[in-house]
């Protein structure tokens, strides 16, 4: 009782006067014994006087509850029920899903309820959507439960919204039923003021069993190499995952992706940052989606690192997206289908990319005396010009026209060069290259790392140029020879790699 009475105080104020607001349904409570009626047929009894299952002495009675205030025969019921019915029909309830329910014995007592629960936010149409709401009393289920979901981190403000999507909270218990849900949240490392978003977001979760679904979720994808820390972060990001199954939804999700190529620990990095793709559904969304990239040229050993690279797509209308960009590349860029296939593998995030982002760039180009065949080789070797910021472009530019007085066929052969940092990479490394005098061309010195720039720079021969590793941002990491990194090699590269798929 000290629970409930702490709670009630804390949502108080949406009472205009909490002491008459409460009259009726806590006489029994709080007021003298109840003088027994002479009527034999309606019976007023003092809640002393009830004692545990001795129901034989009154057959035609039911044991009361205290918020009651009295108890009542058959015929009593029959007429309280119509009476409070005719009350509901008046202002616009309609109470037929309430014949199987415990109403209160007076018409005041039932007024109350639907007046608090308007003060909440509601309306008579939410009312309608879920009448078994009039079935809880105010003063021990709708308090002690609206007052614990403010403790939480539900606003009052916010209060009616969240009952009219999840009604059903108001029959639950707050020390057996709410109470062990949060603490289970606050285990997966939710932070205690997440609690109230994530609850506001999927307020179904207040009704799961912990040892049911919620938790095999959380096992699953702490197997499939998960990070334990990042289950918080997910939870917030992406609630739902713990109302899913794991044998008809998450698992079957999980093992298409690996079948597509797509290594468990990239699969995993994924899911960590990008929770939502587990709500993707494989058979309404997923599959028909990677039937459409293969459709439209993409090649089946490059969907693993498109995923990689752009998880969103597989959530996405796909087929109306890659037609529209499709035409578009072909009439303004002169690209064909084939190799806007290769395009989408190389940067998948072109399809989602507006048409007047992606001429700027390309206008820039066809403005410093490139053909259109010639940009539209650059891009197919490199999409990533087409999201590339103009300025950072003119000032790449101007230094390989001025400083390097180098021909514009090299920028053709080499469209990385934009990719680059002017003041971090280019300028530097062309300045040591010119104090060695050495010549060489834009991928010899731009397309390695530090380490390895250093050893050129200072070896007793240029070696002859060959095809350095092809840097795909996600997926595997692609080396001369066509040799394949294995799956089996520790994380840190699967991390590195996804991490700047993530910075692109």
């Not at 309830?93 to 007592?109: C, H, K, N």
């Amino acid at each position: 009782m000290i629970f409930l009475s702490r709670r009630k105080h804390s949502f108080k104020s949406l009472i205009v006067n909490p002491i008459h607001h409460l009259s009726n349904e806590s006489k029994a409570t709080i007021g003298p014994p109840l003088v027994p009626s002479q009527n034999p047929q309606f019976r007023v009894l003092s809640v002393s006087s009830i004692k545990p299952y001795s129901t034989s002495k009154f057959p035609e009675y039911e044991m009361p509850t205290v918020t009651w205030g009295v108890v009542q025969g058959r015929k009593e019921k029959l007429v309280s029920r119509v009476i409070i019915s005719d009350y509901l029909k008046s202002i616009g309830i309609i109470p037929d899903e309430l014949e199987e329910v415990e109403l209160p014995s007076t018409v005041d007592v039932m007024r109350e309820r639907v007046e608090f629960l308007q003060k909440i936010g509601l309306t008579v149409d939410d009312i309608n959507e879920y009448p078994l709401m009039l079935g809880c009393s105010v003063r021990k289920n709708i308090i002690p439960v609206l007052g614990y979901l403010e403790k939480v981190g539900i606003q009052r403000s916010k209060m009616g919204e969240f009952v009219k999507k999840y009604p059903q909270v108001l029959h639950a218990s707050v020390v057996v039923e709410l109470v062990p849900v949060v603490r289970f949240l606050r285990g997966l490392d939710v932070e205690k003021q997440d609690i109230g978003y994530v609850l506001m977001k999927y307020p179904e979760l207040l009704g799961f069993k912990l040892e049911g679904t919620m938790s095999t979720s959380v096992a699953y994808l702490v197997s499939i190499g998960v990070n334990p820390r990042d289950i918080g972060p997910m939870v917030t990001q992406y609630p739902y995952f713990l109302g899913m199954r794991v044998g008809t939804m998450i698992k079957p999700l999980v093992e298409y992706l690996v079948s597509l190529g797509l290594p468990k620990k990239v699969l995993a990095r994924m899911i960590e940052k990008r929770a939502y793709v587990i709500g993707y559904d494989l058979e309404e969304m997923v599959r028909p989606n990677v039937e459409c990239l293969v459709s439209f040229g993409v090649r089946k050993e490059a969907l693993g690192s498109i995923i990689a690279q752009y998880p969103q797509i597989l959530g996405l209308p796909l087929k109306a997206k890659l037609s529209t960009q499709q035409y578009f590349f072909n009439l303004k860029l002169k690209i064909d289908p084939e190799g806007f296939a290769r395009v989408v593998e190389r940067m998948p995030q072109v399809i989602s990319l507006g048409q007047n982002m992606i001429m700027k760039p390309v206008e820039f180009l066809l403005g410093r005396g490139l053909s259109v065949e010639d940009v539209a080789k650059m891009i197919v070797k490199c999409p990533h010009l087409v999201a590339l910021q103009v300025g950072l472009m003119k000032n790449s530019f101007y230094f390989f026209k001025s400083e390097m007085g180098r021909p514009l066929k090299e920028l053709v052969e080499f469209p990385e060069y934009f990719t680059y940092g002017l003041e971090s990479r280019i300028k530097p490394r062309y300045q040591r290259l010119q104090h060695k005098g050495i010549r060489s061309s834009l991928s010899w010195f731009l397309n390695c790392s530090d380490q390895r720039f250093e050893e050129r720079l200072y070896a007793d021969y240029i070696e002859t140029e060959t095809e350095g590793p092809s840097f795909v941002m996600g997926g595997k990491l692609d080396l001369p020879g066509n040799q394949m990194v294995s799956d089996d090699e520790d994380e840190s590269d699967d991390e590195m790699l996804y991490r700047r798929t993530v910075s692109l």
